[in-house]
């Protein structure tokens, strides 16, 4: 099988040939030829008008040099030879979204061009899925959590019950999109990113603010203290080493909150910025930490690229999954959970977790249990900056305790708190519950997690990180069957409706990625909240501005 992949969302103008036996198959036999003329603005970052330009006068030239390529494996008798029409590739595939609307509108109109001229089908690939896919792909891993750490995004996904689930995601700007904000006030020119590693590599770590909310996270508070930091005499190396600690240590902490949600033991990583080599140190120190294999594909999979395109829509040609010229428009809000992602079986599933055995390792934490106790440690993250990593420990242990303890005050069922040492990062719980939540799903005991986070919002403070890990459920020696909340370490004190929103939120993308009917489980706990809850309406306002958010930025 052979394909022709385009792509051209917004800077990188890219055409590749893709042959494989089987598409659904790894093996060493794939072809991957790959031409890309990348846009570089003179000054600043992407100028939409520019990029279109670019991407007008360079997507026929790299195309055509794909399609010659194309010719040259049919002639020589590689994969197939020629498809079926006798033409050189058997299907066209595309980047439909998510991008820049003038650059996929060309993209797009290239490829129904070659498409009719071939005779062969099209195929609409989504081009955050292809970040992923590609690195699924090659690694071989069966159903990992994947994390897209691009220009203008970064999404923590997995696979479930037919589509890519959201696990995580930024709440503003994507991790590129905000570096480059930061170099270009500096007078860095696109792209900015390299520069950033290239001048971290001689600095010293400077403190950033470090802002993670359960899997999601946000960027845009550390471009603002980082503009303000070098115009305070900051050297800029030391800024830059401070951005990628923070930064990068915040993607792989939320990477590992999802390997612990689902039970994987499997990440890959997609975008152009994980072309960062610091980036990669800390997943791969992370996953041996825990026990779990990284995969990072090479750099020119990595970047906007159109292997990725072709070999993606090498998978969904063959399961069908083609597109009709006049049914083809581009979408460039394109979210990759949005697709019905035919080429995988819907058995598969990238939750794997199990509960057992008298220890289990967190998101942060090793727990142990001893009788009726519950010991809890924040063991050193080694791919944290050290002075970072004290920080968050004895930060969040202090927080945890207290905030375990506040809400018990105000009528939601927690764990006694027996013991805590900040400096040690240790806290000593009473056992409750026989199982987490995710083990025991029912809408009644997520109604119960609706109702306890509307008391405690009430009170002024937030859980921070409410996943269906982070619930008890049952009775144990003599206990009634309850609902408990556990492991405050995220949260905080706060009035704003925005910021009780994000625990919603947070709630509704675990119950995603955990449950098989994570519609009623949510509906059940927003009807609790409702009733519950004294500044509903303010809350479910914010929680719809938050998902708009969400997007292509």
């Not at 990440?267 to 026990?291: P, S, Y």
């Not at 993250?381 to 242990?397: K, M, N």
Request: glycine share 10%; proline share 4%.
């Amino acid at each position: 099988m052979r394909i022709l992949g385009i792509e051209g969302t917004a800077w990188a103008a890219s055409a590749s040939v893709f042959e494989t036996p089987d598409p659904a198959q790894v093996t060493d036999d794939d072809h991957v030829f790959i031409e890309t003329d990348a846009y570089a603005p003179d000054s600043g970052g992407i100028h939409p008008r520019e990029a279109a330009e670019h991407m007008g006068e360079a997507i026929p030239t790299v195309v055509e040099t794909a399609i010659e390529h194309a010719h040259e494996r049919a002639a020589a008798g590689g994969a197939d030879g020629s498809g079926e029409t006798g033409a050189p590739i058997d299907a066209v595939a595309f980047a439909r979204g998510p991008g820049l609307g003038p650059c996929l509108r060309i993209v797009a109109t290239a490829a129904r061009a070659v498409a009719q001229r071939f005779d062969v089908p099209l195929v609409g690939v989504n081009h955050m899925v292809a970040h992923l896919e590609v690195g699924r792909h090659r690694s071989g891993f069966d159903s990992p959590v994947c994390l897209n750490a691009s220009g203008a995004n970064a999404h923590i996904l997995g696979y479930r019950n037919g589509r890519y689930r959201v696990l995580g995601e930024t709440m503003d700007t994507g991790v590129g999109n905000a570096i480059d904000k930061f170099t270009r006030h500096i007078g860095w020119s696109h792209p900015g990113g390299p520069k950033v590693e290239q001048h971290a590599c001689d600095g010293e770590y400077h403190k950033l603010p470090y802002v993670v909310k359960g899997m999601d996270f946000s960027f845009s508070g550390i471009m603002s203290a980082a503009k303000q930091a070098v115009d305070d005499g900051v050297p800029v190396d030391d800024v830059c080493r401070g951005m990628e600690e923070t930064i990068f240590a915040m993607l792989t902490e939320v990477s590992e909150r999802a390997l612990s949600l689902t039970g994987a033991d499997e990440l890959v990583l997609g975008g152009g910025v994980g072309q960062n080599d610091r980036l990669q140190r800390m997943l791969g120190e992370m996953c041996k930490q825990r026990g779990a294999e990284f995969y990072a594909p090479e750099n020119r999979f990595l970047r906007d690229n159109a292997g990725m395109i072709a070999m993606l829509g090498a998978k969904m040609y063959a399961a069908g999954d083609t597109v009709a010229i006049e049914d083809s428009r581009i979408d460039s809000n394109f979210r990759p959970d949005e697709v019905a992602v035919t080429w995988r079986g819907t058995e598969e599933s990238v939750d794997s977790y199990r509960m057992g055995g008298d220890e289990v390792q967190g998101a942060e934490a090793t727990v142990r249990f001893d009788g009726d106790r519950v010991i809890k440690e924040r063991v050193p993250r080694s791919y944290r900056h050290p002075t970072l990593d004290e920080r968050l420990r004895i930060e969040r242990t202090r927080q945890e305790a207290r905030l375990t303890s506040e809400a018990r005050r105000n009528g939601v069922p927690t764990p006694l708190v027996r013991d805590v040492d900040p400096n040690e990062s240790r806290i000593v719980f009473q056992r409750v519950g026989d199982t987490d939540l995710r083990e025991g799903l029912s809408e009644s005991r997520v109604a119960d997690v609706g109702r306890w986070l509307a008391r405690i919002h009430d009170a002024g403070f937030v859980h921070g990180d409410p996943t269906t890990r982070n619930v008890r459920v049952g009775g144990r020696s003599g206990q009634a069957d309850r609902t408990f909340l556990i492991d405050f370490g995220l949260g905080y004190y706060t009035q704003e409706a925005e910021d009780h929103a994000m625990d919603l939120h947070v709630l509704a993308q675990s119950l995603a990625g955990t449950a098989d009917d994570p519609e009623a489980l949510l509906s059940a706990a927003e009807d609790a909240y409702r009733t519950e809850s004294g500044h509903a309406d303010a809350v479910f306002a914010s929680l719809d501005d938050i998902e708009g958010r969400g997007r292509y930025q």
